[in-house]
């Protein structure tokens, strides 16, 4: 009987510490890293994996309460999918009705292949659902606070369309938009035709934002890298018009003239050889997937058609006779 009292007694113990436990646990605020978190819940998460995820953001420091505090309301099945604005200072009960609410706060951006970095800031800036963080910032802090090592922002974010919880900052949309990039271009690069002239990945991604600019149809992304692919490799000056383009700045007024192409800039390839110094704008993953694995062509010249397509030729006198015909058209040459 001893024995049995002093089990009773231990099991009493016990429960009105679990109780006070969880009492404390359900009504304590928690203190996130930061003053909002945006969390994601995907379709088909359990419990388990969200609680853990929960921790691994910082909004809880173990698991266990938290599951335990929902299947003691029987609605473990009950958090819904889906991205969630969490506020530092929700108690868990409270977190655990937003979840469960499914108070969804989401909203979209979208980066366009060929846009430059200033076009994603002003988009950015445009954008009423972001927290403006980045607009007095130079372009080399966002850079610093978003852990780019590069010395120009320009290419490195990955265009698409991003979801996010209203509220996020453009800082850290930019940051998802990076890390984006950086994991396409490197997945590209380890699968990357063999003999290609580029060092680095990097040099990729330039001849990226180059056939981004240059093409027009799609169909030809690939014959475009191939043509310049071929000059390099020859030694032969790319002579790109958007890589001059970009290197005029506010000054291009809509129409590009012999004497731009004579002037000498970083960016004009017409006067320097080989790949410019960064990208010129953000190539989408079929640019990069050209670039890295060209069309095995003969040619070395292009003149543009006047319909988005071009003519490829392999001689200067072939180029010159497609010049003139296209030309007359409105075509460019290249």
């Known amino acids: 009987m001893r024995i049995l009292k002093s089990l009773l007694l231990l099991g009493t113990v016990l429960v009105i510490g679990f109780v006070a436990w969880m009492t404390y646990f359900v009504i304590t605020p928690l203190q996130f890293p930061t003053k909002t978190v945006e969390f994601e819940i995907r379709a088909g998460s359990n419990l388990r994996v969200i609680s853990q995820q929960l921790v691994e953001q910082g909004i809880l420091e173990e698991p266990w309460s938290f599951i335990l505090l929902v299947r003691a309301m029987k609605m473990a099945g009950g958090i819904k999918a889906g991205n969630y604005l969490l506020e530092s200072g929700q108690t868990p009960y409270e977190l655990f009705t937003t979840l469960s609410n499914g108070n969804v706060t989401q909203d979209s951006i979208t980066f366009i292949e060929g846009w430059t970095f200033a076009q994603m800031r002003q988009a950015l800036n445009n954008h009423e659902s972001v927290r403006h963080l980045t607009m007095a910032y130079t372009d080399m802090e966002i850079m610093q606070n978003i852990g780019a090592t590069e010395s120009s922002p320009e290419g490195l974010f990955f265009p698409d369309t991003y979801f996010f919880s209203r509220g996020m900052s453009d800082q850290d949309i930019l940051k998802r938009a990076y890390i ?9 690069w380890e699968q990357r035709a063999p003999g290609l002239p580029y060092a680095t990945p990097y040099e990729a991604l330039i001849m990226a ?18 043509v310049f692919l071929n000059r390099m490799r020859i030694g032969m000056r790319l002579q790109t018009d958007p890589t ?3 290197g005029m700045g506010e000054a291009f007024d809509g129409n590009l003239r012999k004497r731009d192409l004579l002037k000498d800039t970083p960016f004009n390839t017409y ?9 010129i704008a953000m190539p989408g993953l079929a640019a990069i997937t ?4 060209p069309e095995q062509t003969d040619a070395f010249y292009f003149v543009g058609k006047g319909d988005g397509s071009h003519q490829f030729s392999r001689t200067l006198s072939e ?15 290249r």
């Open 271 to 279: 006067t320097r050889a080989g790949l410019p110094p960064t990208p």
């Open 290 to 293: 050209a670039a890295l694995h």
């Open 209 to 226: 934002s180059i056939v981004e600019k240059e093409t027009g149809k799609a169909s030809e992304r690939a014959t475009i890298a191939g």
């Open 244 to 246: 001059v383009i970009y």
């Open 319 to 333: 180029h010159n006779r497609a010049v003139v015909r296209y030309q007359l058209k409105g075509g460019n040459a």
């Open 180 to 188: 984006a990039m950086q994991g396409r271009l490197q997945a590209a």
